[in-house]
């Protein structure tokens, strides 16, 4: 994994805006992997930014990494509304290229099926972004999750349940269960970036980083990506035993190798 350890959240979003424009530019049909959660906001913003200046999703696709079971896709916390409120609306991707898992299928199992088959369809994820939860969950991939799983259903932590209450009028409000991408189905991504920000990232960091390969902590499974970054501010690197040499070592790298 590449770590790279930067002073704060406008300088992460400007970073892997590059890296998704340079993708965009070569291919312009690249497929998107994009997460909801606070900590892509940036990153999103900047991208949205630079379509005003030229930049063009018009052949992209995209699919999202995960979505609640229990709301409808037109409740303003599902995560096909916010991904699109957020990002692609305002963007010029074609909607009916913005892919999101149906939390509101009859049959579950087929259409966690149906998507991991559309995302190979497409040709697979050129570029998948990823936040980690606090308790180390990727999409949402709770601690325990298969780490050679595919699309399912899964059942929120309280603890995940009560970090996203405040996008709810309540706790109570936060569906329990939901459809996610698995980790095998994450690590199928060609390119992963995981961005995390603030100190209460900072022992999930630690663990997927430095921590040993485990479903304890779904995050750790991005050790077995052959090219993952994990980009962080200062905070939530704060628990990071070998700093200094990430630090270092993306200092000393030639611009060719950033990303
Ligand atoms: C949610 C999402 C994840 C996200 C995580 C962290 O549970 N399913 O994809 O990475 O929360 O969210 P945030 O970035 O708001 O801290």
Known sequence: MEVIVLPDADRI?????DAYARRVHANPATVLGLATGSSPLKIYRELIRRCSDGLSFGSASAFLLD?????PRSHEQSYYSVIRSEFTDQIDISADRVFSPNGEADDIPAESERYDRAIADAGGVDIQLLGIGTDGHVGFNEP???????????????????DNARFFSSINDVPRHVLTQGLGTILEARKVILVAMGAGKAEAVAAAVEGPLSA?????????????????????????EMVDYYKNSYFHKPDWQKL
Request: hydrophobic share 45%; aromatic share 4%.
């Open 216 to 240: 304890f902590c779904p995050a750790s499974v991005l050790q077995l990506h052959p090219n993952a970054a994990v980009i962080v501010d200062e905070a939530a690197g704060s628990a990071l």
């Open 144 to 162: 325990g999750s298969s780490l050679a799983s595919r699309t399912r259903i899964k059942t929120l932590t309280e603890q995940t349940r009560d």
């Open 67 to 71: 979505e609640y079971i229990g709301i």
């Open 13 to 17: 979003a400007t970073l892997v805006a």
